[in-house]
């Protein structure tokens, strides 16, 4: 796993829009993600769309509500688009047309990356229960781990061919819902220089 790190956010910037759906509405459409645990049911369709309210869209960043989102500005995603397979989709801005920023969508990739006895024992510890299973769709989401407290990875099957990846399992309460993501090391590098304020690089074993 040495090729692959973890790319943490130091902060959010940006507020997605519209509010009442947390942004998943243009990314997912209304019937696209469950509106009891705040989880998509399938792949991205749309925009992210962001309120250009206290933000500065320079240099990259992960915005409120949708944590596992990676947007950069233009110049950034040009620098990147000759280096990496990513799929890159314009933000798109309530009422100015996209275009000065992108969004790095994430792919999931694998059937699981934590053993689930260990993500058990470390959510018991820190939370005094695990997770919770959505009544509505169905889905498992354990409550979220600092990144210190997640165990090992055992990825199944290992990381090939991609340079951004996220977890099969999903994190967070109530609506709150994340991935774990996973950054190609020579990738993070780029875009934690770019922005030290808004990323650190962190090993993972």
């Known amino acids: 796993m040495r090729e692959f790190v973890a790319l943490e956010a130091r902060r959010n910037r940006g507020w997605p829009w519209p509010e009442k759906s947390f942004g998943l509405d243009p990314m997912f459409g209304a019937g696209g993600w469950c509106h009891a645990c705040g989880i998509p049911q399938g792949p991205q ?18 915005p409120y509500w949708n944590y596992d989102a990676l947007c950069v500005d233009a110049g950034l995603a040009d620098t990147l688009r000759g280096r990496f397979s990513l799929d890159l989709r314009p933000v798109a801005w309530p009422a100015t047309p996209a275009g000065d920023a ?14 689930p006895e260990d993500l058990r024992r470390q959510t018991i510890a820190r939370h005094r229960r695990t997770g919770a299973r959505c009544p509505v769709c169905g889905t498992w989401k354990w409550l979220p781990l600092a990144p210190e407290l997640l165990p090992p990875l055992h990825i199944t099957p290992p990381l090939a061919d991609v340079d951004i990846a996220a977890s099969p ?10 991935r774990q993501i996973l950054v ?21 074993t």
């Open 45 to 62: 369709t749309g925009f992210l769309t962001l309120q250009r309210r206290n933000l500065t869209p320079v240099g990259a960043w992960v």
């Open 184 to 204: 190609r090391r020579q990738l993070a590098e780029i875009i934690a220089a770019a922005s030290p304020r808004d990323f650190l690089i962190r090993e993972v």
């Open 102 to 115: 992108w969004q790095i969508v994430i792919p999931t990739v694998g059937r699981a990356w934590y053993d």
């Open 169 to 178: 399992e999903w994190f967070g309460d109530g609506l709150e819902a994340f």
